[in-house]
T-cell receptor, first 117, second 115 residues
Framework: DGGITQSPKYLFRKEGQNVTLSCEQN?????MYWYRQDPGQGLRLIYY???????QKGDIAEGYSVSREKKESFPLTVTSAQKNPTAFYLC????????????????FGEGSWLTVV | AQKITQTQPGMFVQEKEAVTLDCTYD???????LFWYKQPSSGEMIFLIY??????QNATEGRYSLNFQKARKSANLVISASQLGDSAMYFC????????????FGTGTRLQVFP
């Protein structure tokens, strides 16, 4: 089945460590996104990528890094510079705005819970 | 600037009744899309329904319908015949032609369905 796969589902990070969250999609979508959600709040955009080898900062990019070497993959690294990384992270993908093939909908993975210990 | 406002932090509805979740938006984009997502306690964000700004008819998907009033800039979600499994957080979101890379979210409404 087509979809977006995030791993791991749960991740614990020690102070000062970098950790990487995986996101893979087989929907043939051009654009991919990373969002952060804190308890009881909405989603905030961290990074997004419209095409391979290109990505842009979202609203809260500080302390995070990404890469887009393949169309299907958009991993997110939470660096030690991120002071408060404990949150729920959601990866998403979509076709470009105005695409007819699947409309303008942005689809999400199941998310990853990151906790600092 | 784009903004989504959900003014209902929480809603209660009895099973089998209908419920309306409110959403208003603000945008200067000539073309935009409005979305509703459901987020159960497991955390996944489930796409429910989409309404394009130029769509002439209100969107419907099974028990979900979107009451789109463009002049009032509102896009309320109507859930008919509520089920216990509908208990979740519901988010309204917008994507616009001037800012296609972002999906702007509201703060969400927690819906609880009781027997």
């Amino acid at each position: 089945d087509g979809g977006i796969t995030q791993s791991p589902k749960y991740l614990f990070r020690k102070e000062g460590q970098n950790v990487t969250l995986s996101c893979e999609q087989n929907l043939n979508h051009d654009a991919m996104y990373w969002y952060r959600q804190d308890p009881g709040q909405g989603l905030r955009l961290i990074y997004y990528s419209q095409i391979v080898n290109d990505f842009q900062k979202g609203d809260i990019a500080e302390g995070y890094s990404v890469s887009r070497e393949k169309k299907e993959s958009f991993p997110l690294t939470v660096t030690s510079a991120q002071k408060n990384p404990t949150a729920f992270y959601l990866c998403a993908s979509s076709m470009p705005w105005g695409s007819r093939s699947s409309g303008n909908t942005i689809y999400f993975g199941e998310g990853s819970w990151l906790t600092v210990v | 600037a784009q903004k989504i406002t959900q003014t209902q932090p929480g809603m209660f509805v009895q099973e089998k009744e209908a419920v309306t979740l409110d959403c208003t938006y603000d945008t200067s984009d000539p073309s935009y899309g409005l979305f509703w997502y459901k987020q159960p306690s497991s955390g996944e964000m489930i796409f429910l329904i989409y309404q394009g700004s130029y769509d002439q008819q209100n969107a419907t998907e099974g028990r979900y319908s979107l009451n789109f009033q463009k002049a009032r800039k509102s896009a309320n979600l109507v859930i008919s015949a509520s089920q216990l499994g509908d208990s979740a957080m519901y988010f309204c979101a917008m994507r616009g032609s001037y800012n296609t890379d972002k999906l702007i979210f509201g703060t969400g409404t927690r819906l609880q369905v009781f027997p």
